[in-house]
């Protein structure tokens, strides 16, 4: 038989042979929900409970997920969110000092006292700035999860909604009902080993 035609059938079989999104997903109950009226704080609480229950063989989860009043999962607190909440709120807080008294300074640059102050205090002392966050409102800073996929998508479709969305985890849906997360780096785990298999 034609070599090339066995190398074919072999890919094919290999192929086949993927798992599929419903293989490498986690359950909704393996990960923190907040409402989306919890403030900073009860979602970071919630997030810090789950990361003790993690087994050692999984890989971490960075984000707790927001629920509506409907209990539908509608965004996501994570890394990404949590950090540009906090420049956000630097902003907000720097904003608010813009009519303070006006210093010249000897280039004849005219800067807000209390601003100078402000950044110097804030940057040296990041820890201020967290204070000010712990009421914030997880709606206001989280990230919208609009990226999702059928739990019967195959692994390269699911790969081309993380490259597409550039997300780091993918809402898993089944007959339209939310049912779970996938997570990148276990999507990327999986192919690595089919990669390293075909050597």
């Given amino acids: 038989m034609n070599s090339t035609l066995l190398k074919d059938d072999h890919d094919n079989t290999a192929m086949n042979r993927l798992k599929r999104v419903k293989d490498l997903m986690l359950p909704l109950d393996e990960f923190g929900i907040v409402d989306q009226n919890a403030t900073m704080l009860d979602a970071l609480r919630v997030y810090r409970d789950l990361q003790e229950l993690i087994p050692a063989s999984h890989n971490p989860q960075h984000a707790v997920l927001v629920r509506d009043h409907q209990g539908r999962i509608v965004g996501k607190l994570g890394q990404f969110a949590i950090s540009g909440a906090l420049i ?39 820890d201020l700035l967290c204070m000010h966050m712990r009421k914030i409102k997880v709606k206001d800073i989280m990230i919208p999860e609009t990226a999702s996929i059928d739990m019967d998508a195959t692994l390269y479709d699911a790969l081309v909604v993380f490259v597409n969305s550039r997300s780091l985890s993918l809402l898993v849906s089944f007959s339209g009902e939310v049912i779970g997360l996938l997570l990148l780096a276990d999507l990327v785990e999986e192919l690595s080993e089919y990669i390293l298999q075909s050597v």
Avoid: A, F, P
Avoid at 94 to 116: F, K
């Fill in 88 to 126: 956000k709120e630097d902003n907000n807080l720097l904003q608010s000092c813009n009519n303070e008294v006006v210093d010249t300074n000897i280039y004849g640059d005219s800067t807000s006292i209390s601003n100078r102050l402000y950044i110097n205090l804030i940057h040296e002392n990041i």
